[in-house]
């Protein structure tokens, strides 16, 4: 957890086995977010990729159907993208995800800052988010095997 000037938050820095491109295109198209954007089993996924445009993530497994929404703040492929973020486990109030990417070479670096969360909501979501983005790796590697 880190604090910042708006109080708690996720920072979660990491480099992902492919091409910035890719990595964007990851958490941009529904059909890719569907496979690694919850936690556990599967999400589903609606986006309006523009600013001010709006999404609905479902993450779904087996026995729970958790709904997340937001707008899109900034849209700026490949390098930024910030958006909203409102679950029933984030607080009544929206907080803010932004994910900053990096091309290494033939990997992409991403950071990615959740903030404005409530107290107590910190280590959940940075569980989550740890989470999933072990899960979009596992995804890009994947990819990247399948096409080699």
Do not use: C, N
């Amino acid at each position: 957890m880190i604090e910042a000037a708006g109080g708690p938050q996720v920072r979660i820095e990491r480099v992902l086995p492919a091409p910035i491109q890719d990595v964007f295109d990851a958490w941009t198209d529904p059909a890719r977010m569907a496979e690694w954007l919850s936690p556990v089993g599967h999400a589903e996924a609606e986006v309006d990729l523009r600013v001010m445009g709006r999404f609905k993530v479902s993450m779904v497994d087996e026995t729970t159907r958790i709904e997340h929404t937001g707008e899109y703040l900034v849209v700026d492929p490949p390098g930024e993208l910030s958006f909203t973020w409102q679950s029933p486990y984030a607080g009544s109030d929206p907080s803010v995800v932004t994910v900053l990417f990096e091309a290494e070479g033939d990997e992409t670096r991403i950071v990615l800052t959740h903030r404005r969360l409530p107290e107590g909501h910190v280590d959940p979501h940075t569980q989550g988010w740890e989470t999933m983005i072990t899960r979009l790796a596992a995804l890009l590697d994947r990819t990247r095997t399948d096409s080699s």
